[in-house]
């Protein structure tokens, strides 16, 4: 099993970036997939998931609006759209599947805002 984020970087305040998570050795389309976030010192939250057809995301309160999270069963990969950043959306992001007592985790990607 594995999932490799990608797609992190550093980008100024108000800028985008877009997360990719592949997934492989398990069946994606099964599982609901998720990105979280930690930032240093603090836990690790929760910023948006989706169900494993697509047809249903919630979202962190604080990046409502701004951040969207998307997938293609077709090539086993779960997106995060990030709009509009802000200094506070700094942390390493992680890709999570989940599907009854499966629970995957990806290595994590360093998304940092600052100017």
């Known amino acids: 099993v594995q999932l490799v984020e990608s797609g992190g970087g550093l980008v100024q305040p108000g800028g985008s970036l877009r997360l990719s998570c592949a997934a492989s050795?398990?069946?994606?389309?099964?599982?609901?997939m998720s990105w979280y976030r930690q930032a240093p010192g603090k836990e690790r939250d929760l910023v948006a998931r989706?169900?494993?057809?697509?047809?249903?995301?919630n979202y962190a309160d604080s990046v409502k609006g701004r951040f969207t999270i998307s997938r293609d069963n077709a090539k086993n990969t779960v997106y995060l759209q990030m709009n509009s950043l802000k200094p506070e959306d700094t942390a390493v992001y992680y890709c999570?599947?989940?599907?009854?007592?499966?629970?995957?985790w990806g290595q994590g990607t360093q998304v940092t805002v600052s100017s």
């Open positions: 050795g398990f069946t994606f389309s099964r599982y609901v």
């Open positions: 989706i169900t494993s057809g697509g047809g249903s995301t």
């Open positions: 999570n599947a989940r599907f009854l007592a499966a629970d995957y």
